[in-house]
């Protein structure tokens, strides 16, 4: 089983971009299905974008154009390039992975991006 760790949430401006980094210890990483997660305050946590053993993504239509998920398997890390933040994206974001067989899940402690002037 896999353990998570998010990085690279902060504070930032309207229209600018951050790169949050979810690096995975424990074996067998190239067989998790890798997500980013958001909850913002009163909210429920909702799905941003996923990433599949096979590289195939998905992105909830609100970040479409702006988010960037992607995996590098060698580093056992999976990213996520937001790009023309704005201040509806200011949520705790958490990466989640899931086994490809046993559907296991697994959480990361969140990281704050908090979009604000």
């Known amino acids: 089983q896999v353990q998570l760790v998010e990085s690279g949430g902060g504070l930032v401006q309207p229209g600018g971009s951050l790169t949050l980094s979810c690096a995975a210890s424990?074996?067998?990483?190239?067989?998790?299905?890798m997500g980013w997660y958001r909850q913002a305050p009163g909210k429920q946590r909702e799905l941003v974008a996923s990433?599949?053993?096979?590289?195939?993504?998905n992105y909830v239509d609100s970040v479409k154009g702006r988010f960037t998920i992607t995996r590098d398997n060698h580093k056992n890390t999976t990213y996520l390039q937001m790009n023309s933040l704005k201040p509806e994206d200011t949520a705790v974001y958490y990466c989640?992975?899931?086994?490809?067989?046993?559907?296991?899940?697994?959480w990361g402690q969140g990281t704050l991006v908090t979009v604000s002037s």
């Open positions: 989640n992975a899931q086994h490809l067989f046993t559907r296991l899940e697994v």
């Open positions: 424990g074996r067998l990483f190239s067989i998790y299905n």
């Open positions: 990433i599949n053993i096979d590289s195939s993504t």
